[in-house]
């Protein structure tokens, strides 16, 4: 290998590292944001967290488009996501906090380790996933049809089917969304990968919070 192939590739690991350390403190400060507007909505009512979620749905389109102008506006729409994402589900997380505060903290550890375990085994795999995307987005899909369907007819067990369902289609988006941060060489790219791994986390969170909430229930 010659010293210019050298340098390359350690130049290339550098950038992964440097995208890869952005991207998680990214990550982490949303997350934090989240835990905050979780925090001081809980008195919130489930119309008023239908409002907060349209904001954040309009600050995740502003990001799209944000990022290619300015990387701090997208930064900024990036947090600010995370804050009223938090406000929106801030009603359901403090109905299972005041039935059960432990099943919080359950499905809090239980989406540490499971975003903990396939996001390594994304981020390491050399197997390209690229192909997987197309069916992970009819598994959202047909997640999604899962979800109004058991508004309508009573199926036994049906949340308990449709969480596990979810932890399924969203193992597989977590392993992609790591691989896209290993292959991405764009460190712009970072708010958006961050916006990509932060819903993973949240969604997997609120259906171990189902699990476990449903658990205890019973």
Do not use: H, K
Not at 13 to 21: H, I, K, N, Q
Not at 64 to 70: F, I, L, M
């Amino acid at each position: 290998m010659s010293y210019p192939e050298t340098l390359d590739r350690a130049s290339t690991r550098d950038e992964s590292r440097a995208l890869f350390g952005q991207t998680m403190g990214l990550v982490a400060v949303t997350s934090a944001l989240f835990a905050a507007g979780a925090y001081l909505g809980r008195d919130l009512s489930y119309g008023a967290g239908f409002l907060w979620f349209i904001a954040a749905f309009v600050c995740l389109l502003g990001m799209n488009v944000a990022v290619r102008r300015s990387e701090q506006l997208a930064v900024g729409l990036l947090f600010a996501f995370g804050l009223l994402l938090g406000l929106a589900v801030a009603p359901a997380v403090a109905s299972y906090a005041d039935a059960d505060p432990q099943a919080v903290w359950q499905a809090g550890g239980a989406t540490a380790l499971f975003i903990a375990a396939f996001g390594a085994a994304g981020y390491v795999t050399r197997r390209d996933l690229s192909a997987l995307a197309r069916w992970l987005f009819w598994g959202l899909v047909a997640l999604l049809a899962l979800g109004v369907v058991l508004i309508f007819v009573q199926i036994p067990n049906g949340a308990l089917i449709y969480a596990i369902a979810g932890l399924v289609v969203f193992a597989g988006l977590t392993l992609f969304d790591f691989q896209r941060l290993r292959r991405a060489g764009d460190i712009r790219s970072a708010p958006l990968l961050a916006a990509s791994i932060f819903l993973d986390i949240l969604n997997v969170f609120l259906l171990f919070l189902q699990i476990f909430g449903n658990a205890e229930q019973r």
